[in-house]
């Protein structure tokens, strides 16, 4: 693991650069969480780092889904879909877009 690399500069090299965008985090109006994210994705999730464990040969990571969202083409921004009271999926298109689930079968 080399932690100066950096997957913003790796993907930007090959010209997939990433954008900042923001959510809101809570009731006040100025709880803003900047997230840079590569834009045009199927899907996002952010989690949160509960604990690592030793898992013998390797280690494990045990994360809380914090948020979900995808991405809105009208704003050029991800929009929350977890958590939402209004959200309404974007019907999958498989026609352009490789789901992980598709590699299971």
């Not at 509960?50 to 809105?72: K, R, S, Y």
Request: with cysteine.
């Amino acid at each position: 693991h080399d932690k100066a690399f950096s997957k913003r500069n790796a993907c930007g090299a090959i010209n997939y650069p990433w954008i900042s965008t923001h959510h809101k985090t809570g009731n006040a109006d100025n709880e803003f969480l900047a997230v840079d994210v590569l834009p045009r994705c199927a899907s996002y999730i952010k989690l949160n780092l509960l604990q690592i464990m030793n898992a013998g040969d390797h280690e494990v990571a045990l994360c809380a889904v914090a948020m979900t969202g995808e991405w809105d083409e009208n704003f050029g921004q991800v929009r929350l879909t977890i958590p939402s009271d209004d959200y309404t999926p974007i019907p999958k298109d498989q026609t352009n877009t490789l789901y992980t689930a598709s590699l299971r079968q």
